[in-house]
């Protein structure tokens, strides 16, 4: 399977400027022959609580109905991320839809960040979702997941590769990377996180440092356009390398369960 990841710089709020600019990937992307194209987290908005002015109503968001119509018009699969109305709150949410349009799955964050209040205008998530897509098992999770192992290894029992999109700041990206790459080599599978660039509202600052890291958590190797970098990753390769050294086989699940 061919994947884009692409290091959005999202300007502050403005749903139209860069749904324009996703628009210009994705159309690179289709010429690529990628199958799949993934942006951060809020994608149209950045990392915003104003939710009074970023949330959607999920029947009819503008957000999943534009990036439908592209999925479609370029006949590729796209993961964003958008704000979701819920009560008087609102679900921080993780959407792919097929190269047809299709909504095939919807993953709401499970762990607000609770240093920025984020818990105080959005409602957690309470369930997991592994999505079919080209011969891949897809588990999806949002930026501050990451640092949740329980969550990685539950995904890990059904898929080949997990996807984590985000907004996490510079001042704190070697957690990032590192946390990547321990989610991929405990879990012997593929972890792709997406992270944006740039600078947003309150002054934090973004890197570039989108990557995948296979289940030896080596860092692959990637084609580059402007802030895209596009994969190829293969399930044979994980089969074949836990034909050799697979520790996931000696996980003690129920001992876990009593401990923890």
Same mark, same amino acid.
């Given at each position: 399977?061919?994947?884009?990841?692409?290091s959005?710089?999202?300007?502050?709020?403005? *749903?139209?400027?860069?749904l324009?600019?996703?628009? *210009?990937?994705?159309?690179?992307?289709?010429? =690529?022959?990628?199958?799949?194209?993934?942006? @951060?987290?809020?994608? #149209?908005?950045?990392?915003?609580? +104003?939710?009074?002015?970023?949330?959607?109503?999920f029947?009819?968001?503008?957000?999943i109905?534009?990036f439908?119509?592209?999925?479609?018009?370029? +006949?590729?699969g796209?993961?964003?991320?958008?704000?979701?109305?819920?009560?008087?709150? &609102?679900?921080?949410?993780?959407?792919?839809?097929d190269?047809?349009?299709?909504?095939?799955?919807k993953?709401t964050?499970?762990? @607000?960040?609770?240093?920025?209040? =984020?818990?105080?205008?959005?409602? &957690?998530?309470? =369930?997991?979702?592994?999505?079919? /897509?080209?011969? /891949?098992?897809?588990?999806?999770?949002?930026?501050?997941? #990451?640092?949740?192992?329980?969550l990685?290894? &539950?995904?890990?029992?059904?898929?080949?590769?997990?996807?984590?999109?985000? +907004?996490?700041?510079?001042?704190?990206?070697?957690?990032w990377?590192?946390?990547?790459k321990?989610?991929a080599?405990?879990?012997?599978i /593929?972890?792709?996180?997406?992270?944006?660039?740039?600078?947003?509202?309150?002054? #934090?600052e973004?890197?570039?440092?989108?990557?995948? /890291?296979n289940?030896?958590?080596?860092?692959?190797?990637?084609d =580059?356009?402007e802030?895209?970098?596009?994969?190829?990753?293969?399930?044979?390769w994980?089969?074949e390398?836990k034909? *050799?050294?697979n520790?996931? +086989?000696?996980?003690?699940?129920?001992?876990?369960?009593?401990i923890?």
């Amino acid at each position: 399977m061919k994947i884009a990841l692409v290091s959005l710089n999202q300007a502050w709020e403005d *749903k139209k400027t860069n749904l324009d600019l996703c628009e *210009k990937y994705i159309q690179k992307s289709s010429g =690529e022959n990628v199958n799949l194209i993934v942006f @951060p987290e809020m994608t #149209l908005t950045g990392f915003s609580i +104003n939710i009074g002015s970023t949330a959607e109503d999920f029947e009819n968001s503008q957000t999943i109905q534009s990036f439908s119509l592209l999925a479609k018009q370029f +006949n590729i699969g796209i993961i964003f991320g958008v704000v979701i109305k819920e009560n008087n709150k &609102a679900l921080n949410r993780s959407i792919f839809v097929d190269n047809k349009g299709t909504i095939l799955g919807k993953y709401t964050k499970t762990h @607000p960040f609770s240093f920025s209040g =984020e818990g105080k205008y959005f409602n &957690a998530g309470t =369930e997991l979702t592994v999505i079919s /897509f080209n011969d /891949f098992n897809i588990g999806l999770t949002i930026c501050y997941d #990451l640092r949740f192992p329980e969550l990685y290894s &539950a995904l890990s029992k059904k898929s080949d590769l997990v996807i984590n999109i985000a +907004n996490w700041p510079k001042n704190r990206v070697d957690h990032w990377a590192t946390l990547l790459k321990a989610r991929a080599i405990e879990n012997q599978i /593929f972890i792709a996180g997406v992270n944006r660039t740039g600078k947003d509202e309150n002054g #934090l600052e973004y890197i570039e440092s989108s990557n995948i /890291f296979n289940a030896n958590g080596e860092r692959l190797e990637f084609d =580059e356009y402007e802030d895209m970098k596009i994969y190829e990753i293969n399930t044979n390769w994980t089969e074949e390398f836990k034909t *050799k050294f697979n520790t996931t +086989n000696d996980r003690k699940i129920d001992f876990y369960k009593e401990i923890l």
